[in-house]
């Protein structure tokens, strides 16, 4: 069974930062894309970052491109995500998720282990 616990959200001002990881269970992380999505309050869970197995390839969302950074270490079974430049419409519940294969995906039926997420808040 695949365990993935995120941690690091938190609430931050306009502006600022937050580093969130996602540690996973599991000898076989290193062999498997992962993702970061966010669910707002009376919002669908939408995409915001993807990465494939080696690391070599990343995938953003337009309205995080720029600002947010996906990445990880396979030594340590963790996926970051570097979140700058916070606005208040980032605010969501954050997860990260365990792809069905080795490279990055957009879409959320390519996922099959979740996480229990993370709250980020972003004041104005």
């Known amino acids: 069974q695949v365990q993935l616990v ?19 269970s599991g000898r076989t992380f290193r062999t498997y894309a992962m993702g970061w999505f966010r669910q707002a309050p009376g919002k669908e869970r939408e995409f ?6 080696s690391g070599g390839t990343t995938g953003y969302a337009d309205s ?12 340590k079974n963790t996926v970051y995500l570097q979140m700058n430049s916070l606005k208040p419409e980032d605010t969501a519940v954050y997860y ?6 080795d490279g990055a995906a957009f879409n959320q039926n390519a996922y099959n282990y979740w996480g229990q997420g993370t709250q980020v808040t972003v004041s104005s």
């Open 6 to 24: 995120e941690s690091g959200g938190g609430l931050v001002q306009t502006g600022g930062s937050l580093r969130l990881s996602c540690a996973a």
């Open 48 to 53: 915001v970052a993807t990465i494939s197995w």
């Open 64 to 75: 995080v491109k720029g600002r947010f950074t996906i990445s990880r270490d396979n030594a």
């Open 96 to 101: 990260c998720a365990r792809s069905r294969g």
